[in-house]
């Protein structure tokens, strides 16, 4: 007798979720799977939700329906019967010690070196010894190119470097999701290219992410998934062959047209 196997838990469950700022609803009723060491690119015209979405899935937005897990379990909430009831702030920053985010305009700490802004978060939040954070931050900036950078200041750095320090930042705290809201939105067009090459190297090395971003060429590059979405909803969803070369929907259609 066979036995059926129950597909695998996705690293990313979204179902339903709303999100509403006063009367707006930016968020209409969002369902989203993303799988563990999968790529998913969110494209999509600007206010159509893809930064809120992003936020509701570390919890920096609190959703006003529906429901966010991340590795089976629920993002910012825990479940009493049929109820939600919000968790803690120490235990939501914990949660966010998984979820790691890379914001458009870097928010380095500008009073910090490259250095302390990267062992910031596994020394206080984590309590890692400092010298073992500061190991684990020097190997993490040589991966990132900036090996010679560690004692500099925030503004004593281009754009790039400074994305590129926000990457490594997140990734010290070791989290299983990283998520990308328009990392290249804020740079010199000549700087895209050197932010673009690390989260390559990220997505060759199986990490899942979800990166919102208007580079399309890097969407087709790299994405496992590309979901574009409008007006709060997700529209059509697909690999980059079938949402970007084939799309089916004419709003899908008309968006490209503008941007390819």
Same mark, same amino acid.
């Given at each position: 007798?066979? /036995?059926? /196997?129950?597909?695998?838990?996705?690293?990313?469950?979204?179902?339903?979720?709303?999100?509403?700022?006063? /009367? #707006? !609803?930016?968020?209409? +009723?969002?369902?989203?799977?993303?799988?563990?060491?999968?790529?998913?690119?969110?494209?999509?015209?600007?206010?159509?939700?893809?930064?809120?979405?992003?936020?509701?899935?570390?919890?920096?937005?609190?959703?006003?329906?529906?429901?966010?897990?991340?590795?089976?379990?629920?993002?910012?909430? $825990?479940?009493?019967?049929?109820?939600?009831?919000?968790?803690?702030?120490?235990?939501? @920053?914990?949660?966010?010690?998984?979820?790691?985010?890379?914001?458009?305009?870097?928010?380095?700490?500008?009073?910090?070196?490259?250095? =302390?802004?990267?062992? !910031?978060?596994?020394?206080?939040?984590? $309590?890692?010894?400092?010298?073992?954070?500061?190991?684990?931050?020097?190997? @993490?900036?040589?991966?990132?190119?900036?090996?010679?950078?560690?004692?500099?200041?925030?503004?004593? @750095?281009?754009?790039?470097?400074?994305?590129?320090?926000?990457?490594?930042?997140?990734?010290?705290?070791?989290?299983?999701?990283? @998520?990308?809201?328009?990392? /290249?939105?804020?740079?010199?067009?000549?700087?895209?290219?050197?932010?673009?090459?690390?989260?390559?190297?990220?997505?060759? +090395?199986?990490?899942?992410?979800?990166?919102?971003?208007?580079?399309?060429?890097?969407?087709? !590059?790299?994405?496992? #998934?590309?979901?574009?979405?409008? =007006?709060?909803?997700?529209? =059509?969803?697909? #690999?980059?062959?079938?949402?970007?070369?084939?799309?089916?929907?004419? $709003?899908?259609?008309?968006?490209?047209?503008?941007?390819?």
């Amino acid at each position: 007798m066979s /036995t059926v /196997t129950a597909p695998p838990t996705p690293k990313v469950e979204l179902r339903a979720v709303r999100k509403n700022f006063g /009367t #707006t !609803e930016v968020l209409r +009723g969002i369902d989203l799977d993303v799988a563990a060491g999968e790529v998913a690119v969110v494209l999509g015209p600007s206010g159509s939700g893809k930064s809120t979405l992003l936020r509701t899935i570390n919890h920096l937005e609190k959703v006003d329906g529906g429901s966010v897990r991340v590795d089976g379990s629920l993002v910012g909430y $825990r479940r009493s019967g049929d109820k939600l009831h919000e968790l803690r702030e120490r235990e939501i @920053l914990r949660q966010r010690t998984r979820i790691g985010f890379v914001f458009q305009n870097f928010h380095l700490f500008p009073h910090l070196t490259v250095l =302390e802004n990267i062992t !910031e978060a596994p020394v206080s939040a984590l $309590r890692r010894p400092r010298r073992a954070a500061e190991e684990t931050a020097r190997a @993490l900036l040589a991966r990132v190119g900036l090996a010679d950078r560690a004692e500099a200041y925030p503004k004593q @750095l281009s754009g790039g470097q400074q994305q590129r320090v926000a990457i490594a930042r997140a990734l010290a705290l070791e989290p299983g999701l990283l @998520l990308f809201d328009e990392p /290249t939105s804020a740079l010199d067009p000549e700087l895209v290219g050197e932010v673009l090459d690390v989260i390559r190297d990220l997505a060759a +090395g199986g990490t899942t992410m979800i990166v919102v971003t208007h580079e399309i060429g890097f969407a087709r !590059e790299v994405a496992d #998934t590309v979901v574009f979405m409008d =007006e709060g909803r997700i529209v =059509e969803r697909g #690999t980059p062959a079938e949402v970007l070369d084939a799309p089916r929907h004419e $709003r899908t259609r008309a968006f490209l047209s503008k941007v390819l």
